[in-house]
């Protein structure tokens, strides 16, 4: 049995014994080398569970786990999310691991939370040599989960006022990679006295946050 497939079943089999006995699914955010600060938006991911556990009755853990992108717990979670303003380096064995765990059914979701996009376009080539970023169509299902995007993903924060841009990676025709650039989800995703978002603007990026994690979860199970 080739390497990835043993990778497959084993993620399977941990996703399907957790559901199998009404545990808590966890999602966790990735650490990595570089000097970035991964663990920006600490209010984001909280938010976004309770939302989904609300409104698309997820039974998701209240909190979020963190783990190192070498780390073999990778595969214990079916949603990872990265985000940062700088640097980003993964190492041979890190970049290694992150695809086994992409190639094996993980899913990860990049929010650029400006300044992060020179480096990760670097370090996913590390992953990924062969594979080029496709611009999503707003067609495409992860922006028709359980909440419409016709125009693709919403923006939340101007940053260099281009419009937002979602962008994956490919791997055997499935999405295993996706990034939302020029568009701050995790902001929308905070605390609103951080930002100060208008309501609305918060519930648009809650709601396209519910979309990929449905969508993560539906390409895993």
């Given at each position: 049995?080739?390497k990835?497939?043993?990778?497959?079943?084993?993620?399977?089999?941990i996703?399907?014994?957790?559901?199998s006995?009404?545990?808590?699914?966890?999602?966790?955010?990735?650490?990595?080398?570089?000097?970035?600060?991964?663990?920006?938006?600490r209010?984001?991911?909280?938010?976004?569970i309770?939302?989904?556990?609300?409104?698309?009755?997820?039974?998701l853990?209240?909190?979020?786990?963190e783990?190192?992108?070498g780390?073999?717990?990778?595969?214990?979670y079916?949603?990872?999310?990265?985000?940062?303003?700088?640097?980003?380096?993964?190492?041979?064995?890190?970049?290694s691991?992150?695809?086994?765990?992409?190639?094996?059914?993980g899913f990860?979701?990049?929010?650029?939370?400006?300044?992060?996009?020179?480096?990760?376009?670097?370090?996913?080539?590390?992953?990924?040599?062969?594979?080029?970023?496709?611009?999503?169509?707003?067609?495409?299902?992860?922006?028709?989960?359980?909440?419409?995007f016709?125009?693709?993903?919403?923006?939340?924060h101007?940053?260099?006022g281009q419009p937002?841009?979602?962008?994956g990676?490919?791997?055997?025709?499935?999405l295993?990679?996706?990034?939302?650039?020029e568009c701050?989800?995790g902001?929308?995703?905070?605390d609103?006295?951080?930002?100060?978002?208008p309501?609305?603007?918060?519930l648009k990026?809650?709601?396209m946050?519910?979309?990929?994690?449905s969508?993560?979860?539906?390409a895993?199970?």
């Amino acid at each position: 049995m080739e390497k990835r497939t043993i990778y497959g079943v084993i993620f399977l089999v941990i996703l399907s014994a957790r559901l199998s006995l009404a545990q808590e699914i966890k999602i966790a955010r990735l650490k990595y080398d570089g000097g970035g600060d991964w663990y920006a938006n600490r209010t984001a991911l909280p938010n976004l569970i309770a939302f989904t556990n609300k409104n698309i009755k997820t039974d998701l853990f209240k909190n979020e786990d963190e783990v190192d992108a070498g780390s073999p717990d990778l595969f214990l979670y079916p949603y990872i999310y990265m985000t940062g303003h700088g640097n980003v380096d993964f190492n041979a064995i890190q970049s290694s691991n992150l695809r086994k765990y992409l190639t094996s059914g993980g899913f990860l979701h990049i929010d650029d939370n400006y300044g992060l996009d020179p480096f990760i376009r670097l370090e996913i080539k590390k992953i990924f040599p062969k594979n080029e970023w496709v611009e999503l169509p707003f067609n495409h299902e992860i922006y028709h989960q359980y909440y419409d995007f016709d125009s693709g993903l919403p923006k939340i924060h101007q940053h260099d006022g281009q419009p937002p841009q979602g962008f994956g990676i490919i791997h055997e025709g499935k999405l295993v990679v996706f990034y939302t650039y020029e568009c701050d989800l995790g902001n929308g995703w905070e605390d609103a006295s951080i930002h100060n978002d208008p309501a609305d603007v918060r519930l648009k990026a809650l709601k396209m946050g519910a979309n990929i994690l449905s969508y993560a979860f539906n390409a895993n199970l």
